[in-house]
């Protein structure tokens, strides 16, 4: 791991797996060298370039590590500002550096106006990843309005065309895989709704279309609101990528001395798609979560959400937590329902008292009971949010995001509190600080269910900003509330999977992934999820959502940190045994799925089956879980090869009742070959080095 300055002009960053080239040009712009394999530092050079002709400027030729508008650039660029003098030109050439361990930090300056751009970059040890972000300084005299801010330009290696990667999803269908060749122009995947949200993610993976292979690109933005992610092929087969907050209806206005720090984006390189799972799940777990559950594996939790809805109550609730008690689960979570008016959507959201006809001894009762029980007691809320209908808007209607003329829209019956301002995100910190104080909550379901409309806040200068002070805003909240309760974990849920990225890692202990909860649509959700996503964050429940058999449903459930959602009202004793056997078996191997490398080994749509494997780093205990949903005719055998271990050990595989011994290379390169007739057929094999 290595930050250096070669010569005048030629910046250094290396890790153990790349090495990234910077190089101040004549014109002062910071140009894009190298992002590849290691070599000699000492041969880079910055070259001349002139435009080609009256129709091809040179810095639309050129590779900058941060474009601004201005000048001859008529291609997509990272920065656009309007000084208070109308002139809307930035020409930021390089002024300074500072290099200080892993961390390289150029200062940019405009060569007229108070306009300063800090890029600034981190190589982090032992995982592959580098770390790069924008900080733009307004240090003159006058405001500058500043129109888009990305958070970093990455030039690619190769001219030849990429594939690249991302997803389209839905509610109840996150993370669907998109492949998109590029040959020309711009693919963009973004979100407008205030959380990174369902449909695309903010991240990109990227595959050259290179005979020979060639290395495969990916960054992931560190921001969970809405986000903008631009992948471009100019003319001249060069390709750029751009990630930062979106710069549709955003806008900061920077007045003497004020900045703008623009999120982190990581990225690197891996040898094929899969391998970026495994690079950026260690990475997450060496360097974003929170550092209170960083090292600590996940607990098993019950959630009541799909037994009884908004239908909660003290009796009802204790006595879903003697059941759940009976599975071996640790942590059992109230989801909605349990405050204010709350009997259904249509009312309650802003009031967090607790309603004393469902819980006349207040929520101390229940709490009790389930830690008596051996449990932690974990509860939802949904703090940036208030129904019409309730007492929090009564007193404060002007505490919601809207436009002064226009009556603001509700989806799912409720409003978006305005958090940008102090007393609102005072309000929301009190709340829960309450609940915490006041109760022995282990656990906080943090909620979200709708996006940002009629984005207007009158106590804004510049309302534009509201997109990200809004997001920050969260992120704050759960940091104080985090710094004061360290043995409180905190989920990030929106509707499902609508708060699912870098950003969100960094503040919460996991997300919840989907509403959905079909086994067989969860595959789909959860290899998608996988790409560039660590398993650990990923909550996965069993439900009574389809009828495939338990076994089927805990196999794909336990890919993640698992966690139950079934009526247990509905569940015998004997369900309630089976129940506990795979969550004692879960534990047994939860640090080897929480903490390990993930190999897809295989999947339904190539392969017709899914076979998922998770090993330690240290190679000595892997599970490995395989699934077909129903096979065909007589095509029912399937050979599984296995990943990452020691060619050399001897290790012992159990399937259910059964027992082989078989060398690491005979498991890598010959593999098992196992009959999955029929439907919802699935295995979980263990594997431990003898
Ligand atoms: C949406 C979440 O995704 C569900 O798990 C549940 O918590 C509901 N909200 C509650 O309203």
Redesign the pocket.
Known sequence: MAVFRVGENIFVLENESFQYVMGVGADGTVRHLHWGDKVSPDDFEVRVFDDINSNHSYRDTICEEYSSFGGKLFRDCAFKCEFSDGVRDAVLVFEDYVISEDTLKLILRDIRYGLEAELIYKVYDGCGVMGRKTVIRNVGEDRIECEKIMSAELSFPEKCEYEVINTNGTWWGEYQIVRERLSGGSLSFESRKGTSAHCNAPFFIAEPSLRDGGKILFAALAYSGSFKVSVSRDSFNVTRALLGVNDFDFGVTLKKGEKFSAPWVYFGSAQCADEVSRIMNRFALKHVFPEQFREKPLPVLY?S??ATG?NVTAESQKELADKAAKTGVEVFVM???WFGERKD?FAGLGDWYVNREKFPKGLSELIDHVNALGMDFGL?V?PEMVNPDSDLYSEHPDWVYHFKTRTPSRMRNQLVLNLTKPQVKEFVFGFIDKLLSENNIKYI?W?M?RPISEPGADNLENSRELWFRHTQAVYDIVDSLKAKYPETQFEA????GGRCDYGAFGHFDEI?T??NTKPVDRIDIQNGYSLINPTKAMRAWVTDSSDAPWSFKFNIAMQGSLGLGMNLFECSEDDLDVMKEYVSLYKKYREVIQFGDRYCLMNLEDHGLNAVEFVTEKENRAIVFAAAVNTKHLHRSFKIRLRGLDEKSRYRVEIGGESTEKSGSYLMHAGLERDFGGDFKSEIWTVNRL
């Not at 849920?493 to 499902?496: H, L, V």
């Open positions: 959630n959400w799909e908004f989801d909605d329902g959507d939802w949904e379901k909620d269910n849920c929106a509707s499902g919840w989907s509403d």
